[in-house]
């Protein structure tokens, strides 16, 4: 039988088919993060924009849109793109053509990361709808400002976003140790308000 496990640079030994929260560790997930780039890596600039950096915004959209947001559940939007620490980004057409099987990968880490982190195993229903919302807003940002897109085609593919949710907020190209770092104390920061 192949392989089905990683090693983390924590030391732990991630088993992808059977993940278990007590092979989940934060600096893993924000350093592999930090490495995986956004649109395949097909973005303007000197650094890829990375996934740590992607929810690092999703996550500040999502407190702008629902004020009474809990350190809970901006937790999980912090943690909503998490798997891809090991599985990386596929964009969506990618991930249609994977199949099931991929969304049932993403399924089985993101749980065991969220038990980890004191989470429900499975995001509601509604949440998860609020999250998309704002990574779809985050998407558009990213289209719009670095991948190329019109902003025609960028409303078309993701919608118009609220101008006063984006007020302020910009695209940030930076070294990956930057976004390593920011995403781990603003998961400890949310951590210590749960």
Known sequence: MARAWQ????GRRLDLLDPTPVD?????????LAFVARW?????????????????LVEEIYGRMY??????????????????YVIGDMISPVKAAVGPDYGKLDDRLMAAIHIRFGLPAETPKRLKAQIKKADKISAWMEATQIAGF?????????????????????????PPVEARNDYTA???????QV
Do not use: W
Request: glycine share 6%; no cysteine.
């Open 7 to 10: 090693r983390m640079l924590s």
């Open 24 to 32: 989940i560790e934060i600096e893993d997930i924000a350093h592999g």
């Open 40 to 56: 395949n890596g097909q973005t303007r600039g000197d650094f890829a924009y990375s996934v740590a950096e992607h929810s690092l």
């Open 67 to 84: 004020t009474s947001a809990t350190a809970k559940t901006r937790l999980t939007a912090l943690l909503h793109d998490a798997p891809e």
């Open 186 to 192: 603003r998961h400890a920061a949310l951590l210590a």
């Open 150 to 174: 019109s902003v025609a085609e960028a409303n078309k593919l993701f919608g118009i976003p609220d101008p006063k949710i984006i007020d302020g907020l910009s695209i940030n190209l930076r």
